[in-house]
């Protein structure tokens, strides 16, 4: 049985079906409440998770009340031009090895958080995000899925203007504005997918599709960038891999589409649910 493990209001909980389960209370303080201890203790909570039963749940699931599943990472890594159609509408070759640069861990919010607009180019980036759950260094790109905890869905929102606007970019500072990490609305176990490597995601705005793809595009798969991180960093329980993001980005579109005020960023991955956040813009404080 496939497991969801989310983060409400800063408890970690168990979602079963349309109602959650608190891990702390359920267990009798066996766990901590801390979404980062469970991460910390994947294995041994994933078990006790899948003895749970319908009468266990204590409420129902509103995911306007959960955080990120998790919310403080001590390295979020994101991959840059990762999947073949993103770079053919870039007009840009396929990288030889993975495109590396991070997401600063304090620009994740949940997955019905507001999305707060740093200037009138920010994009959308829909993407795979990849949960480690056990210590690794020098992981086999054939033994990757060990150290797993599971996925979940990303937004790599981006401000182009931040990122392009001088040479050569630079990526971190542009895509880690405060609220440019959404994330959730679980972590579910890899057992949720008949095949990992393979997974339908998208991205619409506003009603208006822009990305649809399959994750089996990606130059290079969860297994390879697993492989590859750990041969420089060692992997920790609850670091984050955002794995890239498929064609259909507005700033490659012709004219540019950029968020603006009242847009609603849909983000899906088949197996793992949806995010929906609603952009506002960036207030000036008095």
């Not at 994101?78 to 030889?96: D, F, I, S, T």
């Not at 990606?218 to 960038?225: D, G, H, S």
Request: hydrophobic share 40%; aromatic share 6%.
């Amino acid at each position: 049985m496939a497991v969801r493990v989310a983060n409400l209001k800063g408890r970690v909980s168990v979602v079963l079906g349309a109602r959650l389960v608190d891990v702390e209370r359920t267990s009798g303080g066996r766990f901590s409440a801390d979404p980062m201890a469970a991460v910390q203790r994947w294995d041994a909570l994933v078990e006790w998770a899948r003895g749970l039963r319908d009468g266990d749940a204590e409420g129902p699931l509103d995911e306007v009340d959960l955080g990120p599943p998790v919310p403080r990472p001590a390295k979020v890594f994101a991959v840059g031009l990762n999947y073949r159609e993103h770079a053919h509408e870039a007009g840009l070759e396929l990288p030889k090895s993975p495109m590396i640069f991070t997401k600063f861990p304090s620009c994740l919010v949940g997955p019905r958080a507001t999305v707060v607009l740093s200037s009138a180019y920010v994009d959308w980036e829909v993407e795979l995000v990849v949960v480690v759950g056990r210590r690794g260094h020098r992981i086999l790109a054939a033994r990757a899925f060990e150290h797993v905890a599971g996925y979940t869905i990303g937004q790599d929102v981006s401000d182009r203007r931040l990122q392009f606007g001088d040479k050569p970019p630079q990526f971190s500072l542009g895509k880690s504005i405060d609220t440019f990490g959404p994330i959730g609305p679980a972590v579910v176990t890899l057992d949720a997918f008949p095949d990992p490597n393979d997974l339908a995601l998208g991205c619409d705005v506003s009603g208006e599709a822009m990305q649809a793809a399959r994750t089996s595009d990606m130059i290079f798969a969860v297994p390879e960038l697993i492989a590859y991180l750990s041969s420089l960093c060692t992997l920790e329980p609850g670091d984050l891999v955002f794995t890239g993001t498929p064609s259909g980005v507005g700033s490659t579109r012709n004219p540019r589409r950029y968020l603006v005020e009242g847009d609603e960023i849909v983000s899906r991955i088949e197996h793992i649910g949806t995010m929906v956040n609603r952009c506002v813009a960036h207030r000036a404080e008095s």
